[in-house]
Nanobody
Framework: QVRLTESGGGLVQVGGSLRLSCAASGSLSSVNAMAWYRQSPGKEREMVAAISSGGNKYYLRSVEGRFTISGVYGWSTLYLQMTSLKPEDTAMYLC???????????????WGQGTQVSVSP
């Protein structure tokens, strides 16, 4: 079992920055990848960024170059540094963990409650 708690969301103006944090606890030795997802009303949940135990990173095309995912060794904390924020980045951001041998968007079984990011024009 893995427990995840996000923090760091808030209201920011266009062009601003935020750093999200995800504190993880539990069976972290079984985790092979962690990710940030986001969801806004009326839209499907989408993977924003992911990082594997081997250090490979994935970014949603619309955030590439603006967002950076990083983690503390051992998975105790996951970060998402967000810069040059746009109104379309407004969403609930959720941290997720995968303990499957191969991790893909549908294999993340552990989720936090989320932290709201709102970007004002």
């Amino acid at each position: 079992q893995v427990r995840l708690t996000e923090s760091g969301g808030g209201l920011v103006q266009v062009g601003g920055s935020l750093r999200l944090s995800c504190a993880a606890s539990g069976s972290l030795s079984s985790v092979n990848a962690m990710a940030w997802y986001r969801q806004s009303p009326g839209k499907e949940r989408e993977m924003v960024a992911a990082i594997s135990s081997g250090g490979n990173k994935y970014y949603l095309r619309s955030v590439e170059g603006r967002f950076t995912i990083s983690g503390v060794y051992g998975w105790s904390t996951l970060y998402l540094q967000m810069t040059s924020l746009k109104p379309e980045d407004t969403a609930m951001y959720l941290c997720a963990a995968c303990d499957h041998p191969l991790c893909a968007p549908g294999t993340y079984d552990y989720w936090g409650q989320g932290t709201q990011v709102s970007v004002s024009p």
